[in-house]
């Protein structure tokens, strides 16, 4: 993990299957308030129970080591397709990691697609 990221990270963090096969990096605060939340999804919902057991199954617990590194998985580093080269992102009260192949191709996509992605925040206000 980057330097300036381990402190707000603390020591332990939570790995768990990302969407757009990336991994999501929760530090254990920021993963105890989105798990509580998704425990509260009714069950009755199947897109609810879906998400639900997506980001809890693979949910796990790692260190970080005294250089910031960290042990991924193999389940976890398959579902993202981990290589060699990886880029780590801050996303509001996550971390994403991705093959660095994968987020390159995701950043052109996205970039030719901004002006429909844009438009369609209006819903939620932005």
Avoid: C
């Avoid at 509260?40 to 639900?52: D, H, I, V």
């Amino acid at each position: 993990m980057p330097a300036r990221l381990r402190d707000v990270l603390g020591r332990t963090i939570v790995v768990t299957r990302g969407l757009d096969q990336s991994l999501f990096v929760y530090p254990i605060a920021a993963w105890q308030e989105f798990a509580g939340k998704l425990e509260k999804l009714p069950m009755s919902e199947s897109r609810a129970r879906t998400f639900a057991r997506l980001m809890l199954s693979g949910a796990v617990e790692v260190e970080l080591d005294a250089l910031g590194r960290v042990l991924i998985p193999e389940y976890l580093a398959a579902h993202a397709d981990l290589k060699k080269e990886v880029v780590v992102l801050g996303v509001g009260s996550r971390l994403e990691v991705w093959n660095k192949e994968h987020w390159e191709k995701y950043q052109m996509k996205e970039s030719e697609d901004l002006g429909e992605t844009v438009e369609g925040l209006k819903e939620f206000g932005i």
